[in-house]
């Protein structure tokens, strides 16, 4: 069974701070890859970042940063010194190889207030 | 850098309508898909489409809905008779596989907000 869950429904931090947004996901293939996307309000979906299976390196661009985990099937998202702009729903996303559907978490809602 | 587009951006119609909700992919794409996302909740996978055919549909996709490919651009979702049920934004995607890798990456297009009254 593939499933990604997000256990934080919504988060609400204050301005400048870094706030971790959590991602577990359960699959039976080895390879697989993982997204994240952001959705403001004005309700599209913003691609962030894709991940594969096989590179467990972190990464940072700029004030975003990605920690994927094999081990326990985690690939959490830390947005250090939060702004308001990145209030938004944000969601985490597994796909497998080839021409199938994208399974999504529920999303974390990310309120930053000034 | 090109993009998936949607038109209308929102469409407001009366339960029992038929609608049709439309989506140019990108134009080297092959591979289509429509997702739903019921307002508040997660995106879930509707249908996609290579080839001219349906290639996998969700348990969502029953047979008030229908895809088609008219065209060599647009790639457009009927709903036959609309419930209230279907308010929800429609995110239509095509991808392309990525070079050197086994992953197909999916473009999204900004969304048509559908509600039925």
């Known amino acids: 069974a593939q499933k990604v869950t997000q256990a934080q429904t919504e988060i609400s931090v204050v301005e400048k701070e870094d706030v971790t947004l959590d991602c577990v996901y359960e699959?039976?293939?080895?390879?697989?890859?993982l997204f994240w996307y952001k959705q403001p309000p004005s309700g599209e979906l913003v691609f962030l970042i894709r991940?594969?299976?096989?590179?467990?390196q972190n990464e940072i661009s700029g004030r975003y940063s990605w920690n994927f985990q094999k081990s326990t099937s985690s690939f959490n998202f830390t947005i250090t010194a939060s702004q308001v702009v990145d209030s938004a729903v944000y969601f985490c996303a597994l796909h497998h190889p080839g021409n199938t559907p994208l399974v999504f978490g529920k999303g974390t809602r990310l309120s930053v207030i000034a | 850098e090109p993009e998936v587009t949607q038109t209308p951006s929102h469409q407001v119609t009366q339960m029992g309508q038929e609608v049709i909700l439309r989506c140019v992919p990108i134009s080297n794409h092959l591979y289509f898909y429509w997702y739903r996302q019921i307002l508040g909740q997660k995106v879930e996978f509707l249908v996609s489409f290579y080839n001219n055919e349906i290639s996998e549909k969700s348990e969502i996709f029953d047979d008030q809905f229908s895809v088609e490919r008219p065209d060599g651009s647009n790639f457009t979702l009927k709903i036959r008779s609309t419930k209230l049920e279907d308010s929800a934004m429609y995110f239509c995607?095509?991808?392309?596989?990525?070079?050197?890798?086994?992953?197909?990456?999916?473009?999204f297009g900004p969304g048509t907000r559908l509600t039925v009254t």
């Open positions: 699959t039976r293939d080895t390879t697989y890859y």
């Open positions: 995607a095509s991808s392309d596989r990525v070079p050197g890798q086994a992953s197909y990456e999916q473009y």
């Open positions: 991940r594969n299976s096989f590179d467990e």
